[in-house]
């Protein structure tokens, strides 16, 4: 709803970018299933370089699917190859802020489970 509100408002490039944190939080939902539902475990650098990837695939199938639509359907694509790139673009640099968001999180997470004592107190 957010990227509509701002396209609206003539904001496209920071609609652009909230669409990008959507691709991104895709990914991250990726890297998580990965993690927490098969034997695959990441180290946090790996974890933030690999949600990275998923988000630069995930903004290519996206990027796949819109020009099927506009071909198919008659929706709205990209004018020209520099409005594509210009999502890409905006796609790594959510894809490697969301990381890092994702790395600090669970480091803090797992600074407090560390601190916690097995009975639930404190140290």
């Known amino acids: 709803m957010l990227p509509f509100g701002l396209s609206a408002a003539e904001l496209p490039f920071v609609a652009g970018f909230v669409r990008s944190i959507a691709v991104a939080t895709l990914a991250l939902l990726v890297v998580v299933t990965l993690q927490l539902t098969t034997t695959v475990r990441m180290t946090p650098g790996f974890a933030v370089w690999f949600a990275t990837i998923a988000t630069l695939g995930v903004a290519g199938i996206w990027a796949f699917g819109s020009w099927l639509s506009a071909e198919y359907l008659g929706t709205v694509f990209f ?12 796609t790594l640099v959510a894809g490697l802020i969301a990381a890092g968001v994702f790395v600090w999180y669970f480091r803090r997470r797992l600074r407090a489970n560390a601190t916690r004592r097995p009975t639930g107190e404190t140290i």
């Open 79 to 90: 004018a020209t190859n520099r409005e594509l790139m210009v999502f890409f673009l905006t």
